[in-house]
């Protein structure tokens, strides 16, 4: 089995940075992509950013310029910078990961959330 633990969720105020991190950990072989997504109240879950093993990232328009995806690949670590918060970036963040394991099964796999609140 494959575990995502994610830590760094909090309250900012408007303009504030977080940075978001997420641990996998369990029967890995190989660590594909991993992304971030968030899903506010009353809304479906949305993607915010995505890293393939290569290290290719992918945003959505609406934190393009504002937050950065990274990983470490030695710590099968993916991390969220999320710099000039908005209000309107409130929800609870998820982790997500394209894991194939030791047995060679390819599973994705989605962590617990973390909530990020952003208000004055």
């Known amino acids: 089995q494959v575990q995502l633990v994610e830590s760094g969720g909090g309250l900012v105020q408007p303009g504030g940075s977080l940075r978001l991190s997420c641990a996998a950990s369990?029967?890995?072989?190989?660590?594909?992509?991993m992304g971030w997504y968030r899903q506010a109240p009353g809304n479906q879950r949305e993607l915010v950013a995505t890293i393939t093993g290569g290290g290719s990232t992918n945003y959505a328009d609406s934190v393009n310029g504002r937050f950065t995806i990274s990983r470490d690949n030695a710590k099968n670590t993916v991390y969220l910078q999320m710099n000039s918060l908005k209000p309107e970036d409130t929800a609870v963040y998820y982790c997500?990961?394209?894991?194939?394991?030791?047995?060679?099964?390819?599973?994705?796999?989605w962590g617990q959330g973390t909530q990020v609140g952003v208000s004055a």
């Open positions: 369990g029967s890995i072989s190989v660590i594909n992509a």
């Open positions: 997500n990961a394209d894991v194939t394991t030791v047995w060679r099964r390819r599973t994705n796999v």
